[in-house]
């Protein structure tokens, strides 16, 4: 397995977000990006996650497609991206960016209200 500092991840988190197209970046409003070495056992519970499978990233808010008229003063969505399993599953440096940049595209089309089907039927695109 790699070994990355936390430092690593953020400078790597951050040009993947440089590397993403741009429009769909500057639409994160109220949206905080955070990494974790791992998903705490709430987020476990709350993905419904086994312990035969991985979470990558997660997003936790509101998407655009579900706000109405009464969205104000609430907390800022939240994108985690999990070290320790991007690790597991990356057998190199390279491996590991490209997990990043996938897992975060993969969030913030969360964000914008797609759904995994949707999102994996525009990745195969």
Do not use: C
Request: aromatic share 10%.
């Amino acid at each position: 397995m790699i070994d990355v500092t936390d430092e690593q991840f953020d400078t790597l988190i951050t040009r993947a977000m440089d590397e993403l197209p741009q429009e769909y970046i500057k639409g994160l409003d109220n949206v905080a990006i955070v990494q974790a070495d791992e998903p705490t056992q709430e987020q476990k519970v709350k993905m419904k996650l086994d312990d035969n499978h991985l979470l990558l990233g997660l997003y936790e808010g509101i998407p655009l497609t579900q706000r109405g008229n009464g969205y104000t003063f609430v907390l800022p969505d939240k994108i985690t991206l999990f070290k320790y399993p991007l690790m597991r599953i990356s057998g190199n440096s390279e491996e590991f960016f490209e997990q990043i940049k996938r897992t975060l595209w993969h969030e913030i089309a969360h964000f914008y209200g797609l759904d995994h089907d949707r999102i994996d039927e525009i990745q195969r695109a």
